[in-house]
């Protein structure tokens, strides 16, 4: 997917409206509202937070998105590959200071200048395993118009990766993977990034982010 396609369809992005809940449960059965409400409860408790998808053009021209490797820890994301992101802290306003405030803290990018804002994705809620509470996640999209330079990793990444987009959308990254999760053996689809797979709530993320493209436009562009 060339960059400079990308950045034509950028501006649509903003124009459409984000599926959410009550649209995928509009055809549904009536008895399924009662899981809207559910879901209303369930935020009302949940744990917030914040992630953020950043895109940029590659060498190549090509767009990309940045990734990081968490490190093994007695977590729940342990040696996973996601976004840059976390909880709130009492001194972030919203959750977008959240998501950028997190990215600086994770791989030292500072996004308060030079980049564009695109939106958010919708809310995704999870229970990580092993949990008894729910956790309300936003997805944010930031856009750069070149390839980030000296990141900075703390303590917390094990490593930064770079994903190609049109790999992911295409569908040519798309495999499967055996996670061992609560004590037994489990295949996930993902896609691959080097030696990597992103997975789980990541890939649902992306998923939502690539409903939102136009195929007519993708078709007109050559993407």
Avoid at 55 to 69: Q, R
Avoid at 137 to 156: F, G, I, K, Q, R
């Amino acid at each position: 997917m060339r960059f400079i396609a990308f950045e034509k369809v950028i501006p649509q992005i903003n124009k459409l409206s984000l599926p959410g809940l009550e649209t995928q449960l509009k055809m549904a059965p009536s008895f399924r509202e009662n899981l809207l409400e559910r879901f209303k409860e369930a935020q009302k408790s949940a744990k917030l937070a914040a992630v953020l998808a950043l895109f940029y053009p590659s060498g190549t021209g090509e767009t990309n998105l940045v990734l990081i490797l968490r490190k093994v820890y007695k977590g729940i994301h342990s040696a996973q590959v996601g976004f840059p992101g976390g909880k709130p802290e009492i001194d972030d306003a919203s959750l977008l200071d959240t998501a950028l405030r997190e990215t600086w803290e994770e791989i030292g990018l500072d996004l308060s200048r030079h980049a564009r804002h695109l939106g958010e994705l919708d809310q995704i809620r999870v229970r990580p395993r092993g949990r008894n509470i729910d956790m309300v996640v936003t997805p944010v999209l930031y856009v750069l118009e070149s390839e980030p330079a000296m990141l900075n990793p703390n303590h917390e990444v094990a490593d930064i990766l770079w994903g190609s987009l049109d790999e992911m959308y295409s569908g040519s990254s798309r495999t499967e993977e055996v996670f061992h999760v609560g004590g037994q053996s489990q295949t996930f689809p993902g896609y691959s990034v080097g030696e990597q797979v992103v997975w789980g709530l990541t890939m649902r993320m992306l998923e939502q982010f690539f409903t939102m493209l136009n195929p007519e436009f993708e078709a007109e562009q050559n993407w």
